[in-house]
Nanobody
Framework: QVQLVESGGALVQPGGSLRLSCAFS????????LGWFRQAPGKEREGVSC????????HYAESVKGRFTVSRDNAKNTVYLQMNSLKPEDTAVYYC????????????????WGQGTQVTVSS
């Protein structure tokens, strides 16, 4: 019953901004940790952020710290990833994922995944 659906991916110029959405159902954020991940062609999937179900705090990967911000709208059961100062190396398919055991940035430990949304940063 757990479902996650990403949206908001687009083609954007370097230095631009984009906000991704992760609409979820079948769980609450005080019972499941939620993470954002990305995968570029030919590269391994990497963690972008993880939000704890214990206190709601978010940890960011060093590569995006200071540029990306996670927020939520509890009424809409939606988590957002605000991406600013985008770089070509941010180009990837972005996924949101959930797990009941707050696995952090380790993507192999997440049980539930959305289908992903494409973000392309290019001039």
């Amino acid at each position: 019953q757990v479902q996650l659906v990403e949206s908001g991916g687009a083609l954007v110029q370097p230095g631009g901004s984009l906000r991704l959405s992760c609409a979820f159902s079948g769980f609450t954020l005080d019972s499941y940790g939620l993470g954002w991940f990305r995968q570029a062609p030919g590269k391994e999937r990497e963690g972008v952020s993880c939000t704890s179900s214990v206190d709601g705090s978010t940890h960011y990967a060093e590569s995006v710290k200071g540029r990306f911000t996670v927020s939520r709208d509890n009424a809409k059961n939606t988590v957002y990833l605000q991406m600013n100062s985008l770089k070509p190396e941010d180009t990837a398919v972005y996924y949101c994922a959930a797990d009941p055991f707050n696995p952090g940035l380790a993507f192999l430990d997440y049980e539930y995944w959305g289908q992903g949304t494409q973000v392309t940063v290019s001039s």
